[in-house]
């Protein structure tokens, strides 16, 4: 189909996207509190809404004093969410600022407010004191490019002081001769100094610093038009500056651009730290700090995807979580799904941030919405009338998690938890439902099995052991009464 933009510009848009986004915008917000039972979490792990009144809740930054603020792209506002009585529900939303540009990059630093548009940082002193009259912005630096494509930015400051702002591709894929493009830029606060700290960039919308060693980790998108399954979003680690991650000659590490990778081999630039699922959009990222969720997530990435838009069968529109040992990032593996169901989606995770207590928010801007997710080793009923305090998305009794990595090769492990002891089967059919291997448990103790140490782990082989073909798998645990089937991806 074609339509005009306000500008007159003619863009064309395939049927099969302009029908996916049709699908996507089906459910109205009268439904989402009612969709919530239907989010997975691992064991012990709970979700509720935070608020529901932050129309198009893109990038999160919360303040030392618990004002949390929420940027839009979309839209031109930034909220600021209260909680007065401290109990992890909010109470007020106030939209500070509105008529902005794009402001999707929202940062703070002594308690002023900068805010990231297409081609400029403004910033708003000593925002908090100033939340129903905001002060009129001082322009930080106004020389960014204007290409609206991949334009909007996700800023913060890094431990060094300086401020950091990228710089997307103004394509699906391109090279410019300005090498401000593709990379992600520092600058200090007052907008002097900007240099290029990483280049070979597509499109990075998450950031943050490993809270131990301070050093860079960021995802980045894939291009689009290689197909449903290549090239995966990444997961990088820059740990030094002038590191060059491949757009637009090389992508996912290892795969030449079919128009630029002639000009330069893959194995010149760095790949990325871990391979994310295939058009996903890895937006927000953060390492978790916090003290309420257990040990092994301590320090560990938490990825939100706002899902896939150009993929014959959608994917994304969740959750993850990236496992590090040290600097090394060893899994990949979905925390929180359930956004999407079917082919239709009802949510889109845009961004994470840790709270004080060591809860997790998640931002929606599909549904306007911020979630908070919490952990308890109980798993008492609640009262569904009290509508404030309601916990949504309690695990089964037994439970069947999604494999990792996922997409994979060529290994992948099989999480499973046990509430009683269980004679346990797991069995992996392809597409056709012909059964491909079998493993034979037998008698398993109650407790959690997903770590590598107690996770199936499968090689990517028969019963006959062939390696078997890329394509699609079913993997189905049977325990005594209890049955669940899952889906994964071998791309060879």
């Known amino acids: 189909m074609r339509r005009r933009t306000k500008n007159n510009i003619k863009i064309y848009i395939p049927t099969t996207v302009f029908i996916t986004f049709i699908l996507i915008a089906i459910l109205t917000p009268l439904t989402y509190a009612q969709q919530l039972d239907k989010i997975q979490l691992p064991p012990g792990f709970q979700i509720q809404v935070y608020t529901d009144n932050v129309p198009n809740a893109r990038s999160m930054a919360l303040s030392s004093n618990g004002v949390l603020f929420v940027s839009t792209r979309s839209l031109t506002n930034i909220y600021a969410v209260l909680d007065h009585d401290k109990d992890y529900v909010a109470d007020e939303v106030i939209t500070v600022i509105n008529g902005l540009d794009t402001p999707n990059g929202i940062a703070l630093r002594d308690g002023n407010l900068y805010v990231g548009q297409i081609n400029r940082v403004l910033r708003y002193d000593n925002i908090e004191e100033n939340l129903q009259n905001p002060p009129e912005p001082v322009v930080v630096n106004d020389g960014f490019p204007s290409d609206r494509s991949h334009g909007w930015k996700f800023i913060r400051f890094g431990p060094d002081g300086k401020l950091y702002v990228p710089v997307g591709a103004p394509c699906n894929v391109c090279k410019r001769e300005d090498e401000r493009y593709s990379t992600i830029m520092r600058m200090n606060p007052d907008g002097t100094e900007l240099e290029i700290y990483a280049s070979g960039i597509r499109n990075t919308v998450g950031f943050d610093w490993h809270p131990e060693t301070d050093e ?277």
């Open 216 to 492: 860079l980790w960021f995802t980045d998108n894939g291009r689009d038009w290689l197909g449903d399954d290549i090239p995966p979003d990444e997961l990088n680690y820059a740990p030094e500056p002038d590191m060059n991650f491949g757009f637009p000659y090389c992508h996912g590490g290892d795969i030449p651009d079919p128009d630029f990778g002639d000009e330069r081999n893959c194995n010149e630039f760095t790949p990325p730290a871990m391979k994310l699922g295939p058009h996903v959009a890895a937006l927000g990222m953060r390492f978790y700090t916090g003290s309420m969720f257990p040990e092994e997530y301590h320090n560990q990435i938490f990825i939100a995807e706002h899902g896939s838009w150009n993929r014959t069968i959608p994917i994304g529109y969740r959750v993850s979580l990236v496992r590090l040992e040290g600097n090394e990032a060893v899994s990949y593996e979905v925390f929180a799904e359930g956004w999407l169901q079917g082919e239709n989606a009802w949510g889109r995770p845009v961004d994470v941030e840790v709270m004080p207590d060591g809860s997790l928010l998640v931002s929606d801007d599909l549904s306007g919405t911020i979630y908070r997710i919490s952990y308890t080793d109980t798993t008492e009923a609640v009262n569904p009338n009290e509508k404030r305090k309601v916990y949504w998305g309690q695990v089964k009794t037994n439970r069947l998690f999604p494999n990792y990595p996922n997409p994979f090769n060529p290994e992948t492990w099989i999480p499973y938890s046990l509430t009683n002891p269980a004679y346990v089967k797991i069995q992996i059919h392809d597409v056709a439902g012909r059964l491909i291997r079998i493993f034979d448990l037998k008698w398993q103790d109650a407790g959690l099995y997903t770590d590598k140490s107690k996770a199936v782990y499968w090689d990517g082989r028969n019963n006959k052991g062939e390696t078997v073909a890329s394509g699609t798998y079913f993997y189905t645990i049977q325990a005594d009464g209890f049955a669940d089937t899952r889906k994964m991806e071998i791309i060879r």
